[in-house]
């Protein structure tokens, strides 16, 4: 998997994110609470998927705390300003998969009638 895969995608599970970044599970779990950047969606199961957002917001914070040593205080900082690539002009809202589940039920309920 490389950036390839990571253009022609919308959603990582934590198993991708950690193939395509090279960071541990465990550091984007914690990333994830520390910088407050990284939002996965929560499927109803609990498992999480990662946007290209959260996929290139890992990649920043990782380039800042190894490639140029930066602590977690010092990477924060320096992501204050940063304006992550989308891809499109505007980045989508995200999106509750129960909210979607909710509406499609009901719908099919009225569709019945």
């Given amino acids: 998997m490389g950036l390839e895969e990571l253009e022609n ?10 193939r395509l970044t090279g ?8 990333w994830e609470a520390e910088f407050g950047l990284i ?3 929560r499927l109803e199961s609990g498992h999480r998927r990662y946007t290209k957002q959260d996929v290139y917001t ?5 380039d800042l705390i190894y490639k140029h040593k930066l602590t977690l205080e010092g990477a924060k900082k320096q992501l204050r300003n ?10 989508r809202p995200r999106t509750d998969i129960k909210l979607l589940t909710e509406l499609k039920e009901a719908l099919e309920e009225l569709l019945k009638e």
């Fill in 9 to 18: 995608r919308e959603y990582f599970s934590i198993g991708d994110v950690k």
């Fill in 23 to 30: 960071v541990p599970e465990y550091s984007v779990r914690y």
């Fill in 39 to 41: 939002r996965p969606i």
């Fill in 82 to 91: 940063y304006h992550l690539p989308t891809g499109e002009s505007e980045s």
């Fill in 58 to 62: 890992i990649l920043k914070i990782k």
